[in-house]
């Protein structure tokens, strides 16, 4: 069993957004190929009735995302394995308050708001809006049913990242935050999750000349229901 994280910066963005978005799918599937160790043809990748991308036949899951000008895929190999997978580039100035305040819960919006510095406040926005397009990409589900994804932040008063998830699952399932920054002022966030009985945590390779060091920020496990780990009384 095997879980992998690939990462690529396009070589060439170019200005036109129309074109960048071709070039960022062609590079989320050169990525998938090179994990895969094969070619993969575009009409190989099918969506299934949740409009999840899956390979027929092969005994694994992947999840691509893509941002500013970076691709990145999750891919995990394994019987009843599933993986989600979003990267977001921090963007300095962004609006978020309306965002926040329509799908992020009370503790989520305490940890953003609780910091006097506006790159705070927009740094621990992204973390977590990584976390919820990462679960939502795990179950197949859109950007509509944001609202409905359960909080990742605690409510502690600590002092460090609360990182937790509020509700209990059938199946492990364990998410991973990454920050990838350099010297240059742009600074990504990346959320992967792996969901089955098989648990081990992801490797990154990159496929570009150019990367960004990668730091952990979280690992997250969510906790059994207790359906799940306690017998039942006779």
């Not at 690529?8 to 036109?16: E, P, R």
């Not at 027929?56 to 993986?83: C, E, Q, W, Y």
């Amino acid at each position: 069993m095997s879980f992998y994280i690939g990462l690529s910066f396009l070589s060439n963005n170019g200005d036109n957004k129309n074109i960048l978005q071709g070039l960022l799918s062609a590079g989320g599937r050169r990525i998938l190929s090179c994990l895969e160790g094969r070619p993969l043809k575009e009409n190989e990748i099918v969506r299934d009735e949740k409009g999840r991308p899956f390979i027929p036949g092969n005994p694994g899951d992947f999840s691509i995302s893509h941002s500013g000008v970076m691709a990145a895929v999750s891919l995990v190999k394994g019987k009843a394995l599933r993986t989600g997978c979003d990267i977001q580039i921090a963007r300095s100035g962004t609006s978020i308050r309306e965002i926040v305040r329509l799908f992020y819960t009370a503790s989520e919006r305490d940890y953003i708001f609780s910091s006097l510095k506006k790159q705070t406040e927009e740094n621990r926005f992204f973390k977590i809006w990584a976390l919820k397009e990462c679960f939502l990409k795990l179950r197949g589900l859109s950007v509509f049913d944001m609202a409905s994804v359960p909080s990742f932040i605690s409510g502690n008063d600590s002092g460090q990242e609360p990182f937790t998830f509020s509700e209990t699952v059938l199946s492990p399932l364990s998410f991973y935050l990454y920050e990838l920054a350099g010297k240059s002022d742009k600074r990504y966030f990346l959320a992967v999750a792996i969901e089955g009985i098989m648990q081990v945590e992801p490797v990154i390779h990159w496929f570009s000349q150019s990367f960004l060091p990668s730091r952990s920020i979280a690992e997250i496990k969510a906790t059994l229901s207790p359906d799940r780990t306690v017998s039942p009384k006779m």
